[in-house]
C-alpha cells in the first residue's frame, strides 16, 4: 500500500517507520496543509492508495500559545484537515486524520467513560479547533479519525508525558485515559489496513492517575525525584495555564470492532516505563 503522511512530527515520524517495516510505500511530505494547490499536488505527485494526516498546531511552549493565536489554530486543526479531505473525497482515497481525545472535559454521561460519538465539550481554542474538524470529518466518506489522549513514549523526548510531569514542580493527581505510543501506531496502521471508518479512540483500556506514572518513574527511573502534588482548581488558580486543561476517561469502544486490540493501561505503562528507564542509561 502507498500511504501519503502529511507532516509527521514526534508521533508521525514513528508512524513512518512502523509502516515501512511492515513493507508499506510510504511519503512523508511536510507542506503547509491550509494551501489547497501544495495538498493537491502532494496527492498527484505520488498518487497513494492512502493518507494519514499529523499536521496540527499545538502551540508552543504549550497549548496556552493558541489562546492568542487562534487564526492560525483554526486555519491548521480546522481548515487544513478538510482541505485534505475533500482532496482525497475527489480521488477515492481513504484518510486518516490524527485527532485527540481533549475535546472531553471532566466526567462523561456513562460512567465508563465517554464513547466515541458522544457530543463533546471542548473549551479552549486547541481543543475546539480539533473538534470543529472531527464534527466536519464525520460527514464526509471514507474518513477516519483516530483520538489519542496523553501520549506516553518509551523515549525520552520534551513531547513524553513522563518528560512532562517528571519536569513538572507541581503536579496535579488526577485521573484519565492515556495513550501508550507502541499501542497508538498499532491502531493508526491497523485503521489504515482495514480502511476504517468514523472515530476510534486509541486509548489504553482502563485509566491512569499522574501518581501511578510518577510512583513508577521513581521506581524505575529516578528514585530522587521529588515533586509538590496540587489540585486540578490550583493550575488556574496559580496562573500555571492560561485555560483549564482537560481531564477524561475514555472508551476504547470501535476499535475492536475491527479486530485491533490495546493494552490495558496498567501492563503498557510499565512496560514503556522499563523500555524508557534502559533508555534513559543508555544516554
Same mark, same amino acid.
Given at each position: 500500500?502507498?500511504?501519503?503522511?502529511?507532516?509527521?512530527?514526534?508521533?508521525?515520524e514513528?508512524?513512518?517507520?512502523?509502516?515501512?517495516?511492515?513493507?508499506?510505500?510510504?511519503?512523508?511530505?511536510?507542506v503547509?496543509?491550509?494551501?489547497?494547490v501544495?495538498?493537491?499536488?502532494?496527492?498527484?505527485?505520488?498518487k %497513494?492508495?492512502?493518507?494519514?494526516?499529523?499536521?496540527?498546531?499545538?502551540?508552543?511552549?504549550?497549548?496556552?500559545?493558541?489562546?492568542?493565536?487562534?487564526i492560525?489554530?483554526?486555519?491548521?486543526?480546522?481548515?487544513?484537515?478538510?482541505?485534505?479531505?475533500q482532496?482525497?473525497?475527489?480521488?477515492?482515497?481513504?484518510?486518516?486524520?490524527?485527532?485527540?481525545?481533549?475535546?472531553?472535559?471532566?466526567?462523561?454521561?456513562?460512567?465508563?467513560?465517554?464513547?466515541?460519538?458522544?457530543?463533546?465539550? %471542548?473549551?479552549?481554542?486547541?481543543?475546539?479547533?480539533?473538534?470543529?474538524?472531527?464534527?466536519?470529518?464525520?460527514?464526509i466518506?471514507?474518513?477516519?479519525?483516530?483520538?489519542?489522549?496523553?501520549?506516553?513514549?518509551?523515549?525520552?523526548?520534551?513531547?513524553?508525558?513522563?518528560?512532562?510531569?517528571?519536569?513538572?514542580?507541581?503536579?496535579?493527581?488526577?485521573?484519565?485515559?492515556?495513550?501508550?505510543?507502541?499501542?497508538?501506531?498499532?491502531?493508526?496502521?491497523?485503521?489504515?489496513?482495514?480502511?476504517?471508518?468514523?472515530?476510534?479512540?486509541?486509548?489504553?483500556?482502563?485509566?491512569?492517575?499522574?501518581?501511578?506514572?510518577?510512583?513508577?518513574?521513581?521506581?524505575?527511573?529516578? %528514585?530522587?525525584?521529588?515533586?509538590?502534588?496540587i489540585?486540578?482548581e490550583?493550575?488556574?488558580?496559580?496562573?500555571?495555564?492560561?485555560?483549564?486543561?482537560?481531564?477524561?476517561?475514555?472508551?476504547?469502544?470501535?476499535? %475492536?470492532?475491527?479486530?485491533?486490540?490495546?493494552?490495558?493501561?496498567?501492563?503498557?505503562?510499565?512496560?514503556?516505563?522499563e523500555?524508557?528507564?534502559?533508555?534513559?542509561?543508555?544516554?
Amino acid at each position: 500500500m502507498k500511504v501519503l503522511v502529511f507532516s509527521p512530527g514526534y508521533i508521525g515520524e514513528r508512524i513512518v517507520d512502523a509502516l515501512r517495516d511492515k513493507g508499506h510505500e510510504v511519503f512523508p511530505v511536510r507542506v503547509e496543509i491550509t494551501d489547497e494547490v501544495a495538498v493537491r499536488n502532494a496527492l498527484e505527485a505520488h498518487k %497513494p492508495d492512502a493518507v494519514l494526516n499529523c499536521a496540527g498546531k499545538k502551540g508552543t511552549p504549550n497549548v496556552d500559545w493558541c489562546e492568542t493565536h487562534q487564526i492560525e489554530t483554526m486555519r491548521s486543526n480546522t481548515i487544513g484537515p478538510l482541505l485534505i479531505a475533500q482532496a482525497c473525497m475527489e480521488r477515492g482515497i481513504h484518510l486518516t486524520h490524527l485527532g485527540t481525545g481533549c475535546v472531553f472535559y471532566g466526567a462523561s454521561p456513562d460512567p465508563a467513560g465517554w464513547k466515541e460519538y458522544d457530543h463533546a465539550n %471542548p473549551s479552549a481554542t486547541y481543543t475546539r479547533s480539533k473538534y470543529a474538524a472531527d464534527l466536519m470529518l464525520t460527514q464526509i466518506p471514507n474518513d477516519a479519525i483516530v483520538r489519542l489522549r496523553m501520549p506516553i513514549d518509551d523515549r525520552p523526548d520534551p513531547r513524553n508525558l513522563i518528560n512532562k510531569l517528571a519536569n513538572y514542580k507541581k503536579v496535579i493527581n488526577v485521573e484519565n485515559s492515556a495513550t501508550v505510543v507502541d499501542d497508538l501506531i498499532t491502531a493508526v496502521i491497523g485503521v489504515i489496513e482495514k480502511k476504517g471508518i468514523g472515530i476510534f479512540h486509541a486509548v489504553n483500556p482502563g485509566a491512569m492517575r499522574h501518581r501511578d506514572l510518577i510512583a513508577l518513574y521513581e521506581e524505575l527511573v529516578d %528514585p530522587t525525584h521529588t515533586n509538590e502534588w496540587i489540585e486540578e482548581e490550583d493550575l488556574l488558580g496559580q496562573g500555571l495555564v492560561a485555560k483549564t486543561r482537560s481531564n477524561n476517561i475514555m472508551q476504547n469502544i470501535r476499535l %475492536p470492532e475491527l479486530g485491533i486490540h490495546l493494552r490495558p493501561i496498567k501492563e503498557a505503562l510499565r512496560d514503556c516505563m522499563e523500555k524508557y528507564a534502559a533508555a534513559k542509561r543508555v544516554n
